[in-house]
């Protein structure tokens, strides 16, 4: 196990230096950079100003040297300066961080308790009126994209009813509520398509069928056997939900005005501020690679045909 959890870290470290230097190259493809941004628009700046600006922030050297200077600042734990701000990347990321953690947590519990439930309920009531309703509503809650979804609740739950704010203030409960359902609704459309095929795929195998005639309760089969059965595909697609929420929902954070790293992203690749630019990016690549190391791990803890396969 210590050996199989070893290589998996080995093949991790090419994958993250490739990320980080492939980012950093298509962000100097681009054309543009935090000084033009800053300066563009006011035509009576000098282009000794400019260059002077350039030189200060070491933008004016080669690539290749820019990277190696970056690259060996953030293995010391130093991620630069912000261009715009001039604050600290690394204080500034991880004061947005605990938002997008509260967000992820409510999103990832929200999705849990509405998708499983009705996924299993909808494998149970196979061809019955309930199934037919739920997989329905699943298909509409799949085909409304995230902002519609966060405009519609905008205008349900804070403008006309004026329950909620429309508007994030803070990480209170009242704020997080609309773009927790807002993700909740469009994750739990989906996965409970896919929890209702994996259960319904388990209910047809002939374990159940020698349980059932074993005269074993349904109830039994269905939590103890067929749930654990089920539970990679589930793992799975949490998993994949939790990377892409701890990376931050840009589109709904820039929508509630919730301070999160998404936000923070959206905000500096306006402002082409390349520090936090690349800080987000080290941030989403480490939580794919995490998020895909503990998954291997689960399988392994889950699947003995997984534990035997590694052993030999």
């Given at each position: 196990?210590?050996?199989?959890?070893?290589?998996?870290?080995?093949?991790?470290?090419?994958?993250?230096?490739?990320?980080?230097?492939?980012?950093?190259?298509?962000?100097?493809?681009?054309?543009?950079?935090?000084?033009?941004?800053?300066?563009?628009?006011?035509?009576?700046?000098?282009?000794?100003?400019?260059?002077?600006?350039?030189?200060?922030?070491?933008?004016?050297?080669?690539?290749?040297?820019?990277?190696?200077?970056?690259?060996?600042?953030?293995?010391?734990?130093?991620?630069?300066?912000?261009?715009?701000?001039?604050?600290?990347?690394?204080?500034t990321f991880v004061s947005k961080l605990p938002a997008t953690l509260?967000?992820?947590?409510?999103?990832?519990?929200?999705?849990?308790?509405?998708?499983?439930?009705?996924?299993?309920?909808?494998?149970?009531?196979?061809?019955?009126?309930?199934?037919?309703?739920?997989?329905?509503?699943?298909?509409?809650?799949?085909?409304?994209?995230?902002?519609?979804?966060?405009?519609?609740?905008?205008?349900?739950l804070s403008i006309r009813l004026g329950w909620l704010p429309v508007?994030?203030?803070?990480?209170?409960?009242?704020?997080?509520?609309?773009?927790?359902?807002?993700?909740?609704?469009?994750?739990?459309?989906?996965?409970?398509?896919?929890?209702?095929?994996?259960?319904?795929?388990?209910?047809?195998?002939?374990?159940?069928?020698?349980?059932?005639?074993?005269?074993?309760?349904?109830?039994?089969?269905?939590?103890?056997?067929?749930?654990?059965?089920?539970?990679?595909?589930?793992?799975?697609?949490?998993?994949?939900?939790?990377?892409?929420?701890?990376?931050?929902?840009?589109?709904?954070?820039?929508?509630?005005?919730?301070?999160?790293?998404?936000?923070?992203?959206?905000?500096?690749?306006?402002?082409?501020?390349?520090?936090?630019?690349?800080?987000?990016?080290?941030?989403?690549?480490?939580?794919?690679?995490?998020?895909?190391?503990?998954?291997?791990?689960?399988?392994?803890?889950?699947?003995?045909?997984?534990?035997?396969?590694?052993?030999?």
């Amino acid at each position: 196990m210590k050996r199989y959890i070893l290589q998996r870290f080995l093949q991790l470290i090419p994958v993250l230096i490739g990320i980080t230097f492939l980012s950093f190259a298509m962000m100097r493809i681009a054309g543009s950079d935090a000084i033009t941004e800053l300066y563009g628009g006011k035509g009576a700046v000098a282009q000794e100003i400019i260059d002077q600006k350039r030189a200060e922030l070491g933008l004016d050297r080669p690539f290749v040297e820019q990277y190696f200077s970056w690259l060996g600042g953030m293995l010391t734990g130093d991620m630069g300066t912000s261009y715009v701000s001039g604050r600290d990347v690394f204080k500034t990321f991880v004061s947005k961080l605990p938002a997008t953690l509260l967000l992820t947590a409510l999103s990832i519990l929200a999705t849990v308790l509405i998708s499983i439930p009705l996924g299993v309920l909808a494998a149970v009531r196979h061809d019955r009126f309930t199934d037919y309703l739920l997989r329905f509503l699943s298909f509409i809650g799949n085909s409304l994209p995230n902002f519609f979804v966060a405009l519609l609740l905008m205008q349900v739950l804070s403008i006309r009813l004026g329950w909620l704010p429309v508007i994030s203030s803070g990480t209170g409960f009242k704020s997080a509520v609309m773009p927790t359902l807002t993700l909740a609704i469009a994750m739990s459309a989906k996965y409970m398509r896919q929890v209702r095929a994996t259960v319904l795929e388990e209910l047809n195998k002939d374990y159940v069928t020698g349980a059932q005639a074993r005269g074993v309760r349904g109830r039994v089969i269905l939590w103890r056997s067929v749930l654990k059965a089920s539970m990679l595909t589930i793992i799975t697609l949490l998993a994949l939900s939790i990377g892409s929420l701890l990376g931050g929902t840009a589109i709904i954070e820039s929508i509630f005005m919730w301070d999160g790293v998404g936000k923070l992203a959206v905000d500096a690749i306006t402002m082409r501020d390349y520090p936090l630019i690349q800080a987000y990016v080290v941030w989403m690549a480490i939580i794919y690679v995490l998020v895909n190391l503990v998954t291997d791990l689960l399988y392994h803890a889950l699947d003995p045909r997984i534990r035997l396969g590694v052993s030999r």
